[in-house]
């Protein structure tokens, strides 16, 4: 464990010193903190606070709050316990996997540092882990567990439930799913009596957004700016989206485009064409959330990068060093998009014909990396039959 905190303390000392950007991140921290003391104030979550997120963030932002308080700073509560969330993920990586898969899963985590220590996803990722982990290891209950606390902080994690449900066997399909919509509705149902609207608030914040400046969907609409045609970006949502002709359009194609994807790698499974294996599945439906939900903030990706170390135990060793250059490639994107926006279109005074040249080659760059790396991972599957679901220390 020891460990894992001082790798974490280093790679937080690196966000912090080398990256310009995690000041405009912590913005969402102070919403954290003005949701958590307002809770201490007595004002009852979805009916007199309105938030964002489902329920499980509850607990978080209130022990962030609880350790912040002996230092009178709720930063260093969050951080603090962002910093032990990822102690725990890398000690546990290096106990099973040695050092070498330590490491390189640091190096796929540098490229989006800011968004791993300063954002909730963290959370979503370490639980998500260890339901992926648990799967592989036929602890069926314990993994749908896991899977409902992370989808209880924000939704999105739900959709490897679409993959991880495939590999879980038939005699136990009906209790994994049991277990986790039982979680669910014990923790919803009575926010949904006391509360409904603002529990509807929260679940539906996200999908009620336009197209997120990140997004796929936002490559259009820079493209046509950069064309001479209509396009703005605006700020909506605590965030900024890009708005142009028909792009409310262009969300409905990209949601129906989604749930194609999501059937069809459900087709494949079912005739029995990709080998059923968790980690892999659920980084690829993963992804294709990405890759087409309208909003596309960089920070869904720590999800992937918790569970590639999983996914390398499913893959052959060829594809292994395959898998990591394409997700740090991938990182690397992510983080150029949001930080080239920040520079071309917030800290400039006026916004340059060539921002949105330069934003739409980074969109388009982003979602054709994105749509690879689904192909490499159902190719991976198609042809890889005898690849072992155990842990092993090479890479």
């Given amino acids: 464990m020891l460990i ?4 974490s303390c280093l790679l937080l000392i690196i966000t912090i010193f080398t990256d310009h950007l995690s000041k405009l991140l912590w913005r969402d921290i102070y919403d954290y ?20 997120y489902p329920p499980g963030v509850i607990p978080l932002i209130l022990i962030a709050a609880a350790i912040g308080h002996l230092v009178k700073s709720y930063l260093f509560g969050f951080i603090t316990l962002t910093m032990i969330s990822m102690g725990l993920f890398l000690w546990h990586c290096h106990w099973k996997f040695g050092w070498k898969r330590v490491l390189l899963v640091a190096l796929l985590i540098l490229p989006v540092l800011q968004f791993t220590f300063f954002e909730l996803d963290i959370f979503m990722a370490l639980t998500l882990y260890g ?29 490897c439930l679409l993959g991880l449900i495939w590999t879980v066997p038939k005699s136990e399909r009906k209790r994994y799913l049991s277990i986790f919509f039982g979680i669910l509705a014990i923790v919803l149902l009575p926010v949904a009596i006391l509360a409904p609207k603002g529990l509807w608030h929260a679940l539906t914040y996200q999908t009620g ?59 494949l499974i079912i005739r029995k064409r990709l080998q059923l294996k968790p980690a892999a599945l659920s980084l690829i439906f993963l992804l294709i959330f990405i890759l087409f939900f309208k909003v596309g903030s960089p920070q869904y990706i720590v999800l992937g990068l918790f569970i590639a170390p999983l996914v390398m135990t499913e893959l052959k060793k060829q594809y292994r060093p395959q898998l990591v250059i394409r997700l740090l490639l991938l990182g690397t994107i992510l983080w150029l998009q949001f930080s080239v926006f920040v520079k071309l279109f917030l800290a400039d005074a006026t916004v340059m014909h ?28 198609r042809q890889n039959s005898d690849a072992p679901l155990k842990s092993d220390r090479s890479t």
């Fill in 4 to 7: 894992g905190v001082l790798i």
């Fill in 33 to 52: 903190y003005y949701d958590a003391h307002a809770m201490l104030m007595g004002r009852l979550p979805y009916h007199g606070l309105s938030l964002e």
């Fill in 131 to 159: 339901a992926v982990y648990f799967l592989q290891k036929h602890n069926y209950k314990l993994s749908s567990i896991l899977l409902a606390a992370s989808t209880l902080i924000k939704m999105y994690p739900g959709v």
């Fill in 209 to 267: 957004r336009p197209i997120e400046f990140e997004a796929t969907g936002a490559a259009i609409g820079y493209t046509l700016r950069a064309l001479g045609h209509t396009a703005h970006v605006i700020v909506s949502h605590h965030s900024w989206a890009v708005l142009y002709p028909g792009s409310d359009l262009i969300s409905s194609l990209s949601t129906i485009a989604m749930i194609l994807a999501f059937l069809l790698i459900t087709y």
């Fill in 354 to 381: 060539g921002s949105f040249v330069i934003m739409s080659i980074l969109s388009v760059i982003r979602a054709l990396l994105l749509a690879e790396i689904i192909f490499f991972l159902v190719r991976s599957l």
